[in-house]
């Protein structure tokens, strides 16, 4: 059985969460780096990361590894690679590339450069070369160049594997998909304890908890992954994965989960999300403020992410409901463990708890941190 050579990109401060959930997928060499997790395994273990993962943004599998100090050093080697073995004619393909600290300043030049090389690779093989789609590529390929170390790595997943596929509608500010089911990890969540999310919006964090819950892997909700187009594609292995995967799911969630919010028509987007993604019968969505959020079980998990107001002047109304949730928790939800999710250190002082432990998290660019409350 061939074995590959994996790295799964991931928002910064969620490596260690992938890499345990790689662990638990047949992933064997799993090494956590800063951006991402690699790991090596059989092409099996790459499609169970492409249909498990939760928390990772997608599946490279690393082709080729080479000095490249020039441009012409790149092209020669890119040019090497047996491209027309991946993938027919017919399809489609864009190249990507980041760059850091390396000579090739341009990561649209690098990208280039790698994209001549495939088209002339195929001119040279067929006399006729497949056409560059920037938008929709049926292949897609990325470069990474860390100073003069370039690794050619062809994209499994396509679309980024946050896109369930659920959300198609979206509340003001919702999470990206990865990162709750990210911060549900790092606070423990397994599914057979009860959830609460008072300030819910379009539903992420009780959608992603009720996936856990309900053992349904992520992948089965996408339609498609950029894999299915490749020549080795392995269809009856991807299937029996599939059907492998519907097998595991449980028929409800095995402990409440519950997501409220003040804005009745958040809610309504928050309700369509959980129906698209089949967990509405497991969620419990009220209307009503924070203040009167209650707990639905002893020894819980409540996670929240509050507006940060990153306008100016939004700061101050915001205050009160930092410090609203601080009174919530102490007064409503004894024998829990609160999370609170934002960026914003200075209306954070403002719920009046000490946290156990602050997760740096990333919010895109946006540097957040996770607070943990046990409440006693
Ligand atoms: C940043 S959004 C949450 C986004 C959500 N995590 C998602 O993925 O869609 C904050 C939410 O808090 C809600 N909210 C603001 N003040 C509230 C209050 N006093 N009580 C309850 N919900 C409130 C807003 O309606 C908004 O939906």
Redesign the pocket.
């Given at each position: 059985m061939d074995e590959y050579r994996y790295f799964v990109p991931a928002a910064r401060g969620l490596e260690a969460v992938v890499a345990d959930e790689l662990k638990a997928l047949q992933a064997t060499e799993v090494q956590p780096q800063i951006g991402g997790v690699a790991f090596r395994g059989s092409l099996e273990a790459g499609y169970r990361a492409n249909l498990w993962l939760r928390s990772g943004v997608r599946v490279l599998l690393l082709l080729k590894e080479f000095q490249a100090s020039s441009a012409d050093k790149l092209y020669r080697q890119a040019l090497e690679v047996p491209w027309e073995k991946y993938f027919h004619l017919h399809k489609t393909f864009a190249v990507q590339a980041n760059i850091r600290d390396s000579a090739l300043r341009h990561s649209h030049y690098v990208a280039l450069k790698v994209k001549d090389a495939i088209a002339d690779r195929f001119r040279r093989v067929f006399n006729r070369r497949p056409d560059v789609n920037t938008s929709a590529p049926d292949i897609l390929i990325n470069v990474y160049l860390k100073a003069d170390h370039c690794q050619l790595y062809l994209d499994m997943s396509g679309e980024s594997l946050h896109r369930r596929g659920y959300r198609t509608e979206?509340?003001?500010?919702?999470?990206n998909e990865a990162l709750?089911a990210g911060m549900l990890a790092i606070a423990g969540y397994t599914g057979r304890q009860p959830f609460v999310?008072?300030?819910?919006?379009?539903?992420?964090?009780p959608i992603e908890a009720a996936l856990i819950a309900r053992q349904i892997a992520p992948g089965l909700l996408r339609s498609s992954f950029a894999f299915q187009h490749w020549r080795k594609y392995d269809e009856r292995l991807w299937q029996s994965l599939l059907d492998e995967a519907r097998h595991r799911r449980l028929l409800a969630a095995p402990a409440p989960i519950v997501g409220?919010?003040?804005?009745p028509r958040?809610l309504e987007i928050a309700r369509a999300n959980a129906r698209r993604a089949g967990v509405l019968q497991d969620i419990r969505f009220e209307q009503r403020?924070?203040?009167e959020a209650r707990p639905v079980g002893d020894h819980g998990i409540l996670i929240c992410?509050?507006?940060y107001g990153e306008r100016l002047g939004v700061e101050k109304s915001l205050a009160e409901?930092y410090k609203s949730i601080g009174d919530l928790l102490k007064q409503h939800f004894k024998g829990y463990t609160g999370f609170v999710f934002t960026g914003n250190l200075n209306l954070a002082k403002r719920i009046g708890l000490k946290p156990r432990r602050r997760h740096i998290l990333y919010n895109g660019p946006i540097e957040c941190r996770l607070l943990e409350f046990p409440i006693y």
């Open positions: 979206k509340g003001a500010a919702p999470l709750a999310d008072p300030m819910c919006g379009a539903g992420t964090l409220s919010d003040l804005q958040v403020p924070l203040t992410n509050p507006p409901l």
